[in-house]
């Protein structure tokens, strides 16, 4: 069956359900697809069902933090991962069938199936071919491919949310931000756990120095890291899973092995555009992503991009909803609105967290005031039990401007918000001095951490 569309949107994620909202809200005859349930990756098998998991490490680890400071001094609580994953479907069940009654209310047509490009303005999805004045891209992102024997032994973080028991010790493959959340909410369970990371630094898109502490922090929970260490391959034997990795040269590493339950694949994610035939629309792509401008317009004008599959911007919820309201405005106003990514803060949720913004700001000592504080010991760390605190905030003097800030301790993941706010509203520096705080939070802190 042939149909033709205003828009046609292809991915339910946060940015083609923030464009759908807002082009059939204007009167426009518009499409969606999905080739998985409605929703995408944020609220069924990200963000959201993730920070249920987080949140109860952050629970449990903090009463037992506490032990003896006005906790009972008894044995130490641990994650009861079966009740956690029932808990956590609770967050995530009948979303799929909500979201999709919302957009039929909406007036927008639903389709289900992995579409791919006939031309420059036709989907195929299945028997069906819709014709888009406009088309927007919103495919998302999915596990970055390895290439290395043993791959399919791996679990990604979507499966590992729902598996109803941990076996006694788990491997993560990777040292970013999923690698590091979920480790910490396992190593609360009373597992043992293993970070292998191919290169040096881990957390690369956050500041070297805060990330120093947290791994400090996270060894200090028990979790063992190790860099340098490139994984090559996976293989199974009749008690689990042996990770082999190889060695680096000028690093000392040699080729080793390590045996777990579990092996974790958390290298990163990649945008899912594979099998769109974007060739067929004239839609360029670069290192693997659809290449977007300004507007978030591909090298076809007539179709856009948004979210964990665009070359701009970070992968981050936010990011996606903004880009999905700026590709809207676009295409209901021809190419008015420019996309700023200015004051975006994003966190990974480890015990503590690490939060930071305008982490792209460049390093220039002589130009630039760095701020660090050691805040371990700040009465807001104290209460929580918190051992490893700090902050760094990075400002132009000349301007008065601040150019990054970033938080590891104690709510940190709100309180960059406040900096962020700063940023992205073209505040002074000096302006956080004349905010009137809560106290005691960890917000009324800031004024001291410039």
């Not at 949107?9 to 697809?33: D, N, P």
């Not at 994953?85 to 909406?106: C, S, V």
């Not at 948004?306 to 999905?324: N, R």
């Not at 371990?376 to 003097?397: C, L, M, T, V, Y």
Request: hydrophobic share 40%; glycine share 10%; proline share 4%.
């Amino acid at each position: 069956m042939e149909k033709e569309y205003d828009v046609v949107i292809i991915g339910t994620g946060v940015a083609g359900r923030t464009l759908a909202g807002k082009v059939a809200s204007s009167g426009l005859k518009t499409a969606i697809v999905d080739s998985r349930e409605y929703g995408g990756t944020c609220i069924l098998r990200g963000c959201d069902p993730k920070e249920v998991l987080t949140d109860m490490a952050h629970n449990t680890d903090r009463i037992n933090r506490l032990k003896g400071k006005g906790v009972g001094a008894g044995t130490p609580l641990t994650i009861d991962w079966p009740s956690l994953i029932k808990f956590k479907k609770t967050f995530t069940e009948g979303y799929p069938a909500k979201i999709e009654k919302q957009l039929a209310e909406m007036g927008i047509d639903e389709y289900h199936g992995r579409a791919y490009f006939e031309d420059q303005n036709t989907v195929v999805i299945g028997k069906d071919k819709l014709r888009g004045k406009y088309i927007f891209l919103a495919v998302g992102a999915k596990p970055r491919k390895l290439n290395i024997p043993g791959e399919e032994y791996m679990i990604t973080s979507e499966g590992l949310m729902e598996t109803e028991k941990l076996p006694e010790k788990v491997i993560f493959v990777g040292g970013g931000y999923i690698s590091l959340e979920f480790a910490h909410v396992v190593r609360r369970t009373g597992a043992e756990v293993t970070i292998l990371h191919r290169s040096e630094r881990l957390l690369r898109q956050f500041d070297a120095d805060m990330v120093d502490m947290l791994i400090k922090a996270s060894e200090a929970a028990g979790i063992r890291i190790l860099t340098d260490k490139p994984t090559i391959s996976v293989g199974k034997d009749d008690s689990g899973f042996i990770v082999k990795t190889g060695s680096k040269p000028g690093t000392g590493s040699e080729t080793q092995s390590f045996h777990a339950g579990m092996v974790v694949h958390g290298v990163g994610r990649f945008p899912d555009i594979e099998d769109l035939q974007l060739e067929n629309a004239g839609v360029k792509t670069e290192k693997g992503a659809i290449v977007v401008d300004k507007h978030m317009r591909t090298s076809n004008p007539r179709i856009y991009a948004g979210g964990d599959c665009a070359s701009e911007g970070v992968q981050l919820t936010p990011v996606a909803a903004l880009q999905g309201e700026v590709a809207a405005a676009n295409i209901l106003n021809e190419n008015s609105v420019e996309v700023d990514y200015t004051g975006i803060p994003s966190a990974v949720f480890t015990i503590p967290v690490l939060a930071s913004v305008g982490i792209s700001a460049a390093r220039d000592n002589d130009k630039y005031k760095v701020i660090f504080q050691d805040r371990s010991n700040w009465q807001s760390s104290r209460r929580a039990g918190i051992e490893f605190a700090a902050s760094k905030i990075i400002i132009d003097e000349v301007n008065d401007r601040i150019m990054e800030a970033h938080i590891l301790g104690p709510n940190a993941g709100e309180a960059i918000n406040i900096f962020a706010a700063v940023m992205r509203l073209g505040l002074k520096a000096s302006d956080i001095k004349k905010m009137v705080f809560t106290y005691p939070t960890t917000c009324s802190d800031i004024p001291y951490m410039l």
